[in-house]
Structure formats: C-alpha cells, structure tokens
C-alpha cells in the first residue's frame, strides 16, 4: 500500500540523479512535528500542519496523475506489472506518532482503512468511489482489523484484481454523521508496477530504489511543466525497468545507463502522448534546476551529452512513428558518451 506520508528515506540507498541543493519554498513539516509532541497543539500548528497537509496532498495527487498516464501505456514493456483501479488507502498508522491526532481531526482518518485519494479518469472515480470511505470488503470477503489488516487488504485486493472485474464495499459518512454501506463495481487495469512517491525535502532530487520512484517535494515544485516532471519520472522507472540497481558499474559505465535511462523514458513519453520535443527543451534551459548536479557530477554525463543522446533518440522515435511501427526500446540507438 502507498504510504500516505515520507518524512525521511532513512538510510535507503536510492539510485538516480545526485542531490542540488535549493532553498525550501515552503514551512518544514519539521516545524510542526515539533510542536506536535504534546497533546494540546496550538492553533497555528494545526493550521500550519493544514496548510503542509494540504500542499503534500497536492503534491502526490499531481504526480499519481502524471506517472499513471505512463504506467498504464507501458504495461506491456515492463517486466514487473499490477492490477489497479486508481485509488489509494491510507490508515491512522500511516502517519507518524506525534501527528496522528492532528491527521485523525484533519482528514478523518481512524486506525481502519479508508480512501486517501481517487485518480481522475480511473475506474474508481467513474465507478463513484471518494476520498474518505472506510473499506469494509471486496468480493464479499471482509477486510480485518487490526495489526495484519494492511497486509490482508493488499492480498485480498491483490487476489480480486486479477478478475475483470470486483465489487469493492465501502461505508460511507454523511454531514450528518450517519453510515451507508455502499458497493462499487471496479474494472482493474495492467500498469506499470513501479509507483511514484512525494517525498517531503528541501533538496532538488529524483530516484528509484529499483521497486518504486521517489520525487522530492522541491523537484516537483521547480518542475512547474507536468511534461517535464513525466520525464523524470519516466527516466526513473527505466531505471528500475533495465534493473540498474542490479549493476556495480564504473563512473563512465555508469553515463552510459543514464543516457539509457534517458532514451529508454522519451519513448515511454512518446508511448504516453506526451511533447517530447518539449521535454528535450527542458534540458537545454539555463534555468534547469538539475543543471548544477550535472556539471560537477562523476557519474552522470554533462548537459551536452544527455541532450546528444536525446536528439539521437529522438531521431528514432520519429522514424519508427513515420513507418506506422510500435515503439519499444529495441529502436534505440546504443548511447555514445
């Protein structure tokens, strides 16, 4: 299950671009777990803890968008693929300790499980699911309470999204207070299985741990264009894709995988309808706030060379597109540092 908030990585080592440091736009989440530690929070805590609640929520709303529209039109050139309808569920555990109080008043959230967001256009928000429903069962198999309940939930829903179709049953509170239990008819689909995750930080970065993508809260920030955050995100997931991780490469060698990561992500985005002409331009800015980490990076190639490989790949991609040919990763052009 997506976490529903990531205050650190913890000693994780995370594969992809290097760090650039970049001054925080916006109140610390620090700040407020501070103020958290004792059971009477001031008002401008909660508010404060609000307003980052409301930014985070943003924040990952945004990126599941942009990243499903590639996870679901490069199902079939992923070797690890899921079945899913578009929502995410989060518990009271999710968050951390000293903050609970606040997430249980702010977003209704208790120790069950409920749905934290719905993805437009999915099958979920057609089918009429919303934020804030308890889940009760799927399939007519009810979900259990308690310590395991996260891991039955991913189980179960596991098991029934391998059928067509399955019936999710939910309860539903009014502004009155009163429950509806209600049941939604959900048709899952094959994705990409490498899903994308905010992480709160003040630091310009992007990675992948080899099983899931992590977009940092300032990247996504200086990364106003959805075009070009699909490209670092898509540069990600081939790096997970070509099992990078699995590799113990050189410096150089190491350049070459980047720029394999980059042409391998233009025809994930050409794949997505995404402009990648204009997901190209986004390297050649001055006011590229990635362009820093470049220069003075051993592991990564310069501007120059990134941008070479991408016209190379680029060329390719439209030679594939004029002949009325799929687009796989096979019509790539070795990389040439």
């Not at 992923?78 to 903050?99: I, K, N, Q, S």
């Not at 997931?237 to 990078?244: K, R, V, Y």
Request: overall charge negative; some cysteine; hydrophobic content about 40%.
């Amino acid at each position: 299950m997506r976490r529903a908030i990531a205050l650190t990585l913890a000693g994780v080592f995370l594969y992809g671009c290097e760090e650039a440091r970049s001054a925080p736009a916006e109140v610390k989440l620090d700040t407020v777990v501070e103020k958290a530690d004792t059971p009477n929070m001031t008002d401008e805590a909660v508010i404060r803890f609000s307003d980052i609640l409301a930014q985070y929520q943003a924040l990952n709303t945004r990126l599941e968008n942009v990243a499903a529209r590639l996870q679901m039109t490069n199902a079939t050139l992923c070797p690890v693929t899921v079945r899913d309808a578009g929502f995410t569920v989060h518990t009271l555990t999710d968050y951390p300790e000293r903050l609970q109080q606040v997430a249980r008043g702010l977003l209704s959230v208790d120790e069950s499980l409920s749905v934290r967001t719905v993805r437009e256009g999915s099958t979920a928000a057609r089918a009429g699911l919303r934020a804030g429903d308890k889940l009760i069962g799927v399939n007519g198999q009810r979900f259990v309470s308690g310590a395991t309940q996260q891991k039955f939930y991913e189980r179960a829903i596991t098991s029934a999204f391998v059928n067509p179709s399955a019936r999710l049953t939910v309860a539903r509170m009014d502004a009155s207070g009163e429950q509806t239990v209600m049941s939604f008819k959900l048709k899952p689909e094959t994705i990409c299985g490498y899903p994308a995750h905010v992480v709160f930080d003040e630091y310009v970065n992007g990675h992948t741990d080899g099983r899931a993508v992590w977009i940092t809260s300032e990247l996504m920030r200086t990364v106003e264009d959805d075009v070009n955050l699909a490209l670092i995100v898509a540069h990600e997931m081939a790096h997970a894709m070509a099992s990078h991780l699995e590799l113990n490469p050189s410096d150089e060698a190491r350049k070459v995988l980047e720029l394999q990561a980059d042409s391998m992500a233009l025809v994930m985005l050409s794949r997505a309808g995404f402009d990648i002409e204009r997901a190209i331009g986004y390297w050649s800015r001055a006011d590229n706030p990635q362009r820093l980490s470049q220069s003075r990076s051993d592991t990564h190639p310069n501007i120059t060379q990134r941008l070479n490989n991408f016209e190379r790949a680029k060329a390719a991609i439209d030679i594939t597109l004029r002949a009325g040919e799929p687009l796989d990763f096979e019509i790539l052009p070795e990389p040439v540092l």
